[in-house]
């Protein structure tokens, strides 16, 4: 019957959870329980929006009703209730934009992007500067939303919340300890890999459209274990919102970039790269400080429940 259904509709996503022999999926099932306190409790369960169907009320005809109500009407995913309310349907955006600027202002993308617009610059051409720039800042803005995108999938195929938001957990709180640390110690450990940076100057270099659309997909792929951690705290958040995933991920980028926008007007109006890389360079232990304070607030709020 389910498997009818999932061939007729496309679109809905299933997860399917064995609670007899896993205690993991028997606790997940007490939660549901609590949050949708259906009149008696029973196996088959089905929770779809706000409703629960309970043991004989699992039939096709009622399945494929609250299909149809939901296709046509925006309801909650059943995992945000587990939370105690529909707040993770609307996710805030001063936290989201919070979030995505923190990742934004990281040494990484901007020290690509300086270098891509000296080289430049060398040919004296504004113009040239803001075409290629803008090339190279919309390639990292594809690439991180299709890097989102794809994580994102694989989140919902797994189907185990609770253990992705523990794994999320385990990577965003010592991350955030290396930055913090790094502050004191006057070093990168999240960083760029040292085999990747000359690829990534020779394409910096050539200074053209094409080379600059793969320099920012390639410097966005190298870049991620400098910013990732708090990229998974946000895909986390919005992994119980599928209706809006999409729009969260697009704003949460715009914002992403943003520093990115402002690097390249600046130096189109008027400043150097080599200014605007020597600021870089004297604020780079201060942004890594930023974020590596902002991963453990993130992992900490997360570790608690808090978000």
């Known amino acids: 019957m389910i498997e009818e259904l999932e061939d007729k509709y496309p679109e809905i996503r299933v997860h ?6 896993n205690a993991t999926n028997s606790e997940l099932f007490n939660a549901f329980i609590q949050a949708y306190n259906p009149p ?9 929006g706000n409703k629960s169907l309970i043991g004989y009320e699992v039939t096709k005809e009622k399945l494929e009703n609250e299909i149809e109500f939901c296709l046509q009407n925006e309801c909650p995913d059943p995992l945000s209730l587990l939370r105690g309310e529909e707040g993770q349907q609307s996710l805030q955006l001063p936290i989201l934009i919070g979030k995505a600027l923190a990742e934004g202002i990281n040494p990484c ?20 500067v803001l075409y290629v720039g803008l090339a190279f800042i919309t390639s990292v803005f594809v690439t991180h939303l299709a ?16 253990i992705v938001r523990v794994i999320i957990i385990v990577i965003v709180i010592p991350a955030g300890i290396i930055n913090v640390l790094d502050f004191w110690r006057d070093k990168s450990t999240l960083a760029i890999p040292d085999f990747i940076k000359p690829t990534l ?19 966005t792929i190298a870049g991620f274990p400098c910013t990732g951690p708090i990229y998974l705290t946000l895909l986390a958040s919005i992994a119980d ?5 999409v729009f969260y ?9 943003l520093p990115l926008f402002i690097i390249l007007a600046v130096v189109y109006k008027k400043t150097s790269p080599e200014d605007v890389d020597e600021w870089r360079k004297g604020k780079r232990k201060y942004m890594k400080l930023i974020g590596g304070f902002a991963m453990l607030v993130i992992g900490t709020a997360m570790l608690f429940g808090v978000i």
């Open 201 to 219: 100057g020779k394409l910096a270099r050539y200074a053209s459209l094409p080379g600059a659309v793969l320099l920012g997909f390639l410097a």
């Open 16 to 21: 399917k959870l064995e609670i007899s022999y």
């Open 249 to 257: 991920l697009v704003v949460y980028n715009v914002f992403y970039t």
């Open 241 to 245: 919102v599928p209706s809006k995933m």
């Open 147 to 162: 890097i989102g995108l794809g994580i994102m999938e694989i989140f919902q195929r797994l189907g185990m919340p609770e």
């Open 109 to 128: 993308g901007i020290a690509v992007l300086i270098v891509l617009l000296a080289s430049i610059l060398l040919v004296k051409s504004k113009r040239r």
């Open 40 to 48: 008696a409790v029973d196996i088959p369960a089905v929770f779809i």
